[in-house]
């Protein structure tokens, strides 16, 4: 019986060993595996950071382009290029100033402003300073071509406003110098306003006239006119001849000429006037005159 006790004793105990291994081994429970799951997460950034890394690398051994020259500066003013071997920068507007710099070729150059036939220009370093059109039509533009300034100088003709002139000519066959100013009303009227000077031989005459002038092809070089106004004529007559007396009297004028624009902001004039001098109520005399001269606008 006691045996039999020890036997039992004995079977119980293992079958109770027999089933702790079996708890220990089953793969249900969180075993001391826990530390294995870290590894995936340490991994995984290592693959995710590869792909950002490649382009910064393509972006690198890419060359940047190259910057584009423009035709204008961030200012608005035209930018050229100096294609002669230098071009001189003076302190004013003309040939009577000093010269102070040198721009060399190759040099970006800006146009800032223009007065007659100078240019203000302003170099990338900085220097201001006047160059004549003449240097600057040998410059190009950042297209490659050369910068040309015929169109400019045709504005300025078909844009004139005022004229200022001289002729001289004939009156009634002596000689007669007058001087002139022209407005511009509209692209075909104007009004003009002339003073004139004869010297003759007997005698000396002053006159001055203002007139409508009419001119229906002013966009044109050569170009013809029409005009008619009104004024005051006076005579000096020679104090040695005998009963000289001196003649106020009003005028009446009609003209007709043509002119030439020559070049630059210069205009060639000829002319050919009729003056009706009313002397009194019951005497009018009439005068022929032909001039011919030269004018300036601006």
Not at 166 to 176: D, R, S, T, V
Not at 200 to 205: N, R, Y
Request: hydrophobic share 45%; with cysteine; charged share 20%.
């Amino acid at each position: 019986m006691k045996c039999r006790a020890y036997e039992v004793a004995a079977v119980l105990i293992a079958s109770a060993l027999c089933l702790g291994r079996a708890w220990a081994a089953d793969p249900a429970e969180p075993a001391p595996a826990p530390t294995a799951a870290p590894a995936p997460a340490s991994v995984a950034p290592a693959a995710t950071t590869a792909p950002v890394a490649a382009p910064a690398a393509a972006a690198a051994s890419t060359p940047a382009p190259a910057p584009v020259a423009t035709q204008t500066s961030s200012s608005g003013d035209e930018r050229l290029q100096i294609a002669d071997p230098y071009i001189e920068l003076r302190t004013g507007p003309g040939r009577g100033f000093p010269i102070f710099f040198v721009a060399q070729r190759n040099d970006w150059i800006e146009i800032q402003l223009r007065h007659t036939d100078w240019y203000r220009i302003r170099t990338d370093s900085g220097k201001v300073g006047w160059v004549s059109r003449e240097q600057l039509e040998t410059t190009l533009t950042a297209g490659g071509i050369r910068k040309s300034f015929r169109d400019v100088m045709l504005d300025d003709f078909l844009s004139r406003r005022v004229q200022l002139g001289a002729a001289w000519g004939h009156f009634k066959g002596e000689p007669i110098l007058k001087l002139y100013t022209s407005y511009r009303l509209s692209e075909t009227l104007s009004a003009e306003a002339t003073i004139g000077q004869v010297q003759g031989v007997f005698s000396g005459t002053n006159l001055w006239h203002i007139n409508m002038m009419a001119e229906p092809w002013s966009d044109r070089r050569f170009s013809p006119f029409v005009g008619i106004g009104v004024g005051k004529f006076t005579n000096y007559p020679n104090l040695s001849l005998v009963a000289a007396t001196t003649t106020n009297a009003k005028l009446v004028n009609a003209v007709i000429g043509v002119r030439y624009y020559l070049t630059e902001r210069f205009v060639l004039r000829a002319d050919y006037s009729l003056y009706t001098v009313f002397v009194n109520d019951a005497q009018t005399n009439e005068y022929r005159a032909w001039t011919a001269g030269v004018s300036f606008f601006f």
